[in-house]
C-alpha cells in the first residue's frame, strides 16, 4: 500500500487549498472526504454569491467551488470520496493508520485535519411523510431560486439563511409566508426588517403537518406554540431552514483538545497530537477567521508545518508560485494555448 506524505482529512475550501499547496510543495499527498463531492460547507449554499474571496468575485459559491476544485487537482493528489475518517493508528515505524468507516485504511506520514465543524447534515423535518416530498416542492436549499416565480412559498426558520432566502425569494417574484417557533429572529437587523415589509410572518408557529395528495404538498397546517391552535394554509413550495448538524464522530478521540470553537492549534497549526495538522474552521487559535481566506491561510501553514515535521531542513515557505519550477511544464502549456 502506498505511503503519503500528507493526508488531508475533509475537502471544503481548506482541504482542497491544501492539496494543492501541498502539490506545490512535492508532497505525495491523499484527500479524504466523506461526502459524494468536494466543496464542504459550501454545498449548503450554492446559490449564494461570495464577494469576500481576495481577487475573486462576486461569485456564486458552486462556481468558486469549480474553480477550487480544479485547482486542487493541480498536481493530481489521490482523492477519496465517500469515506470518513475515524481511526487513527500510529506503528511502530511512526508511520500512521487511517482506517475509515467502511474499514479502508490509509497509510500516511503526516496528517491535516480540514474537517470543518465535523459531518454536516442540513436539520430535517421530523413529520410523517416528509421525505417523500423531498422529490418535489419540499426544499432544504434552493438552486433555482427563480422557478419559484408566481408560487405561494412558505419559509420555515428563523435564523440568517431562513430570512435571506425569504428575501430573496420575493426578490424572484413569489409569495412568501414565514414561520417560527420564536418571536425573535436570528438575523441582520436589516434583512429582518426587510422581510417584514414584504412576507407574512407567522410566530411563534411551527410546522405541525404536511398536506398532498401523491407526491406534492399542497397545504401545511401550522401550529401556534403558545396556544396550540392549529390553522391551514394552501402553499405551493415548502422551505425549511433549520440549521444543522455536525458530527466529529471519533476524531475527538485522537488526543486532540477541543478549546471554544475547535481543535487547539499553535501558531503554526500544530494540534496536540505530533504529526497532526490542522487548518480552517476545524481549528481554534487566538486571531482565528472562520472565513473561506482564513482556511486558505491556515492550510498554507499547516502545509508548511506538515513538510517541516518530515523535513526540519525544508524551508518553512516555498518559492513563490511565479518562480517554484513545479509550474515550469505548466507554465509553457499555458504559453502554446494562448498562442494557439
Ligand atoms: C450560511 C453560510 C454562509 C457563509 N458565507 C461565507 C462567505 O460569504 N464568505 C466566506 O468567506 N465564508 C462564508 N461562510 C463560512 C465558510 O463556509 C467556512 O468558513 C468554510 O466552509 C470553512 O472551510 P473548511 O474547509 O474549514 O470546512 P468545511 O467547509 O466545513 O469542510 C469540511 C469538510 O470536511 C469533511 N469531513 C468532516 N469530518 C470528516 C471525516 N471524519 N472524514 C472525512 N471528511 C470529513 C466534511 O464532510 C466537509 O466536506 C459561510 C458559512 C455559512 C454557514
Known amino acids: 500500500m502506498d505511503i503519503y506524505d500528507l493526508t ?70 489521490t482523492i477519496v470520496l465517500e469515506q470518513e475518517v475515524h481511526h487513527l493508528h500510529r506503528r511502530e515505524d511512526g508511520v500512521m493508520v487511517l482506517t475509515s468507516g467502511c474499514g479502508q485504511q490509509h497509510l500516511t506520514r503526516t ?10 447534515d442540513r436539520q430535517k423535518l421530523e413529520l410523517e411523510g416528509a421525505n417523500q416530498y423531498e422529490v418535489s416542492n419540499l426544499y432544504y436549499t434552493i438552486t433555482d431560486v427563480g422557478s419559484f416565480r408566481g408560487q405561494h412559498v412558505l419559509v420555515s426558520g428563523g435564523g440568517n439563511s431562513a430570512v435571506d432566502w425569504a428575501n430573496e425569494l420575493h426578490d424572484h417574484g413569489a409569495k412568501v409566508t414565514v414561520v417560527h417557533r420564536r418571536e425573535q429572529f436570528d438575523a441582520l437587523e436589516y434583512n429582518i426588517a426587510r422581510m417584514h415589509e414584504h412576507a407574512q410572518i407567522l410566530t411563534p408557529y ?120 513545479r509550474f515550469r511544464e505548466l507554465n509553457r502549456k499555458l504559453r502554446e494555448r494562448s498562442r494557439d
Not at 111 to 119: D, K, N, T, Y
Open 111 to 120: 496528517v491535516l485535519l480540514c474537517a470543518g465543524r465535523g459531518i454536516i
Open 206 to 325: 411551527t410546522l405541525h403537518r404536511l398536506h398532498g395528495q401523491q407526491e406534492s404538498i399542497e397545504s401545511v397546517s401550522l401550529m401556534n406554540t403558545v396556544d396550540g391552535t392549529i390553522h391551514r394554509m394552501a402553499v405551493d413550495s415548502v422551505v425549511v431552514n433549520h440549521g444543522y448538524k455536525r458530527d466529529y464522530g471519533p476524531l475527538l478521540e485522537w488526543g486532540l483538545i477541543q478549546e471554544n470553537n475547535g481543535i487547539r492549534v499553535n501558531e503554526r497549526m500544530h494540534t496536540d497530537v505530533p504529526g497532526v495538522f490542522g487548518a480552517g474552521d476545524f481549528v481554534d487559535y487566538g486571531s482565528k477567521v472562520r472565513l473561506i481566506a482564513g482556511a486558505f491561510n491556515d492550510a498554507v501553514l499547516g502545509v508548511n508545518s506538515a513538510l517541516h515535521y518530515l523535513d526540519p531542513v525544508a524551508s518553512k515557505q516555498p518559492s513563490v508560485s511565479s518562480h517554484n519550477v
Open 8 to 77: 488531508i482529512v475533509g475537502g471544503g475550501p481548506a482541504g482542497m487549498y491544501a492539496a494543492f499547496y501541498s502539490g506545490m510543495r512535492a508532497m505525495k499527498t491523499k484527500l479524504i472526504e466523506a461526502k459524494q463531492e468536494l466543496g464542504g460547507f459550501m454545498r449548503m449554499y450554492p446559490e449564494k454569491t461570495i464577494w469576500d474571496v481576495g481577487a475573486v468575485g462576486p461569485a456564486r459559491c458552486e462556481e468558486l467551488i469549480a474553480v477550487l476544485e480544479k485547482q486542487a487537482r493541480t498536481f493530481h493528489p
